[in-house]
């Protein structure tokens, strides 16, 4: 089939390139299809660059990725699907084709946001495999089917081109370029949508060739797509190793988690160029271990001469001020870069915590966005310290941002601050 692939991200704080869609065509051809990608993010007309394409292209179908459906934050939250919606009728109404969407933004809630978008097929899990199941399906004449989840098995085999996007306009607008190692996370963080998904690594040598493949066209510095790097310590550890055979020059970023590493991961992550890690944390239900692990790890990172930044989710139902005071005391103590805290919990379909708060009547008081759809396609958040409170609880103590106030992430904060 000839497939139109779009990017509608048009978020800018950083843009982030379509790496999927590098991903998912290069697959798609590589099995037959022929793709047109259209990346929206630097578009003025949106209509006009999908009739553009479409006129040269012809295409039988459209796919849209969604990385996010909203920004995830509170604070100056922005809904994306609307605006996407805008481009699912159009392609619909205006062209007579049929949409397809995935991405991570609609593992949230599949079927809940294909009705939101009036799209008519939804795909998840492996976006490459699914979306290649789906179209065989609608070549074999299969009408009733609309959502297709897939998550393959043993090491990914995928392809990329990254020549499909220019890399120029999101490096001017101060996007980095990202590679990926693996995908899927083992650990349960209630509140995240990546809890228990199924873990496959990627070839090493794949990766690499990607990004010796950007590094040629002039792109240097990077940010790791992986949900957290240090999935398993033995691969991450195996691939700083490769990469700093392959004497690549790059410098990188990346989120982990605590758990799964040592100092020897880190010296191997200083010596390929890794310069800011962000940890992810939350104090949901934390045993004493997970602090000693968050301890060691910021004192490892930093003797190894790499910043390490917090994302901090805090405010889980049941939790007091004073638990929190007690977290503030334990970053003031380890002088992390910085501590991004973030006391609203953007709740989706799938996750239990959701479940927790939806099932006792008390923290629905709590509930911010909450209309009564079950959905929660659009942003419900549960949030019983708000911002105002939390400033009073940061006292101006410059080691603590609250999340959703300015825009950027980690990696732009830091050039901002540097
Ligand atoms: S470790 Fe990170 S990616 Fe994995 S479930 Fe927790 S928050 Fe999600």
């Not at 793709?35 to 394409?53: M, Q, R, Y």
Request: glycine share 6%; hydrophobic share 35%; charged share 25%.
């Amino acid at each position: 089939m000839d497939v139109l692939l779009v990017n509608p991200n048009r978020y800018k704080s950083p843009p982030v390139p379509p790496i999927g869609l590098e991903h998912v065509s290069a697959y798609l051809v590589e099995q037959g299809h022929k793709t047109v990608v259209v990346d929206c993010c630097f578009v003025e007309n949106i209509p006009a660059a999908l009739d553009s394409a479409i006129n040269a292209f012809s295409p039988d179908i459209a796919g849209i990725t969604i990385r996010n459906i909203d920004s995830v934050l509170l604070q100056n939250n922005e809904f994306f699907l609307d605006e996407i919606k805008d481009m699912v009728n159009y392609l619909k109404e205006h062209w007579g084709l049929p949409v397809i969407i995935g991405g991570t933004g609609v593992w949230t809630n599949p079927e809940g946001v294909m009705e939101y978008l009036n799209a008519d097929y939804v795909v998840s899990g492996s976006a490459e495999e699914s979306l290649l199941t789906c179209l065989n399906s609608i070549e074999d004449g299969n009408q009733e089917k609309r959502y297709f989840k897939e998550y393959g098995t043993g090491t990914i085999y995928c392809p990329r081109n990254s020549d499909l996007t220019d890399y120029r306009k999101y490096s001017d607008a101060n996007g980095i370029a990202g590679f990926q190692t693996h995908k899927g996370c083992s650990s349960s963080c209630v509140y995240c949508i990546e809890a228990h998904t199924r873990v496959r690594f990627k070839h090493i040598k794949d990766t690499i060739r990607e990004i010796r493949c950007l590094t040629e066209g002039g792109y240097h510095h990077f940010h790791l797509c992986d949900s957290e790097f240090n999935e398993d310590l033995d691969f991450a550890a195996d691939f700083c190793a490769s990469l700093n055979k392959s004497t690549l020059k790059i410098t990188w970023t990346a989120y982990m988690k605590p758990a799964n590493y040592n100092k020897k991961l880190f010296r191997l992550m200083k010596e390929t160029g890794v310069y800011l890690i962000t940890l992810t944390v939350d104090s949901f239900r934390k045993c004493p271990e997970y602090q000693a692990d968050i301890e060691k790890m910021i004192f490892i990172s930093q003797s190894c001469g790499i910043k390490m930044s917090i994302d901090f989710l805090t405010g889980f139902p049941y939790e007091s001020e004073d638990d929190i005071i007690q977290w503030f005391d334990f970053f003031r103590r380890l002088q992390p870069e910085r501590v991004n805290v973030n006391t609203s919990i953007r709740l989706y379909k799938i996750l239990p915590i959701t479940g927790i708060i939806m099932n006792d009547s008390a923290l629905r008081k709590y509930l911010v966005g909450y209309t009564g759809d079950d959905t929660l396609v659009k942003p419900v958040f549960y949030n019983h310290i708000d911002s105002a409170r939390l400033t009073d609880l940061i006292a101006g103590d410059r080691l603590f941002r609250i999340e959703g106030i300015e825009p950027g992430v980690n990696y732009t904060r830091l050039v901002q601050s540097s």
